[in-house]
């Protein structure tokens, strides 16, 4: 079964650092998200991205945070300036889009193993 | 607002026995959908309930949903060690396009 990919899987980073994490969302999907789990606490939506631009974001995505797809595989999420509190799993995840179907919030999301964020 | 609050926050069950999480969420849905988190890995998606449905059905997984009371429940039957996880539920948001999940129920299951 087709997996969305996520590297690294651990990246440790000084404050101030810029730090780019990279997913590869399922091939056939269109639209693709980052969610943030600081230890112990809720998944906590950051952004979601459809035909190459932002869909909508939440109060967590300021202007430190980017994302792009570069490619026609990757995704990336790129902070730019790190912080303490940066530190957590981010996780990548996409979503099938059938076409005709309008509302794909009726589509599960597939989530990648996540990459720990570790700011020192 | 928040959405997709479970409880019990934690639950520890033996294996065989029935596990029973609850979740309550605030607004109107599209759609309520159960995650699964083993530790240090990502989210599994369990199963999907849709706002005029009030009972689902997938293997051992049972989901009951109550769109007056707003909330949604998940049974897992005879239960097994490897059924050890988090487990979340998550909503769609006041904007009807991005989820919301809650902050899960620790699900402990003791040989």
């Known amino acids: 079964e087709p997996e969305v990919t996520q590297t690294p899987s651990h990246q440790v980073t000084q404050m101030g650092q810029e730090v780019i994490l990279r997913c590869v969302p399922i091939s056939n999907h269109l639209y693709f998200y980052w969610y943030r789990q600081i230890l112990g606490q809720k998944v906590e939506f950051l952004v979601s991205f459809y035909n190459n631009e932002i869909s909508e974001k939440s109060e967590i995505f300021d202007d430190q945070f980017s994302v792009e797809r570069p490619d026609g595989s990757n995704f990336t999420l790129k902070i730019r300036s790190t912080k303490l509190e940066d530190s957590a799993m981010y996780f990548c995840a996409s979503t099938r889009h059938e076409p005709g179907q309008g509302d794909y919030s009726n589509q599960p999301q597939h989530f990648g193993d996540g990459t720990r964020l570790s700011i020192l | 607002s928040q959405q997709g609050e479970e409880d019990p926050q934690a639950l520890s069950i033996q294996e065989g026995e029935n596990a029973t999480m609850n979740c309550s969420y605030k607004t109107s849905i599209n759609n309520l959908q159960w995650y699964r988190q083993n530790s240090g890995r990502g989210l599994v998606h369990l199963i999907l309930i849709r706002s005029n449905e009030r009972e689902k059905h997938s293997g051992r997984l049972r989901v009951t949903l109550d769109t007056s009371k707003k909330s949604s429940s998940l049974l897992i039957t005879a239960s097994r060690a490897a059924d050890t996880a988090s487990y979340f539920c998550?909503?769609?948001?006041?904007?009807?396009?991005?989820?919301?999940f809650g902050p899960g129920t620790r699900l402990s299951v003791l040989p």
């Open positions: 998550a909503t769609v948001d006041n904007y009807g396009q991005n989820f919301v």
